[in-house]
T-cell receptor, first 114, second 114 residues
Framework: DTEVTQTPKHLVMGMTNKKSLKCEQH?????MYWYKQKAKKPPELMFV???????INESVPSRFSPECPNSSLLNLHLHALQPEDSALYLC?????????????FGSGTRLTVV | KNQVEQSPQSLIILEGKNCTLQ??????????LRWYKQDTGRGPVSLTI?????NTKSNGRYTATLDADTKQSSLHITASQLSDSASYIC?????????????FGQGTELSVKP
């Protein structure tokens, strides 16, 4: 298995809703990432988990809450989002957090906040 | 400042033609340079990865070159197909990478017309 699987593929949520994005990989990668991508822009790093511990938070608002239940799973909990949070959310994984070797992205969750 | 610049910003070619995309970077030292293909609304898919000691890497109709002395890379696409229409992103991983952070270019938007 050489894939990163993200669910759901599309999500529409109101500003008062609570929802979660899920990401799963079975490549034995020990680093996992959340990115946010706006149209025609490169991905922006949000969070990095290394060996299931949060190692980097790029000053992301607290309405985004990451969770890494085990080495294969990564969640992003969403609460009280704003319309400007609408974007493509990408999960990625790599063998370690040293930026070497395979670095695989999921196909993303298209989030729309209404 | 670590930067990755790509040119052209956008490109239109006819099906069956070849094209070359450029990437200039200031990241130094670096451990590897990657090219990704990203279809609209989907996650980036890895095309090639080259370490600083490699000069060329091929993946089917895609050939990437790297000149570490001039800090330039190119991606050559041979016999283009309609399905090659996508954004192509050059990504550099700094050496001594802390946290798996990657430096992304802004991408080249390629459109292949029949």
């Amino acid at each position: 298995d050489t894939e990163v699987t993200q669910t759901p593929k599309h999500l529409v949520m109101g500003m008062t809703n609570k929802k979660s994005l899920k990401c799963e990989q079975h490549m034995g990668h020990r680093a996992m990432y959340w990115y946010k991508q706006k149209a025609k822009k490169p991905p922006e790093l949000m969070f990095v988990y290394s060996y299931e511990k949060l190692s980097i938070n790029e000053s992301v608002p607290s309405r985004f809450s990451p969770e890494c239940p085990n080495s294969s799973l990564l969640n992003l909990h969403l609460h009280a989002l704003q319309p400007e949070d609408s974007a493509l959310y990408l999960c990625a994984s790599s063998q370690t957090d040293r930026g070497m070797g395979g670095y695989t992205f999921g196909s993303g969750t298209r989030l729309t906040v209404v | 400042k670590n930067q990755v610049e790509q040119s052209p910003q956008s490109l239109i070619i006819l099906e069956g033609k070849n094209c070359t995309l450029q990437c200039n970077y200031t990241v130094s030292p670096f451990s590897n340079l990657r090219w990704y293909k990203q279809d609209t609304g989907r996650g980036p898919v890895s095309l090639t990865i080259m370490t600083f000691s490699e000069n060329t890497k091929s993946n089917g109709r895609y050939t990437a070159t790297l000149d570490a002395d001039t800090k330039q890379s190119s991606l050559h696409i041979t016999a283009s197909q309609l399905s090659d229409s996508a954004s192509y992103i050059c990504v550099v991983s700094p050496a001594y990478n802390q946290g798996g952070k990657l430096i992304f270019g802004q991408g080249t938007e390629l459109s292949v017309k029949p």
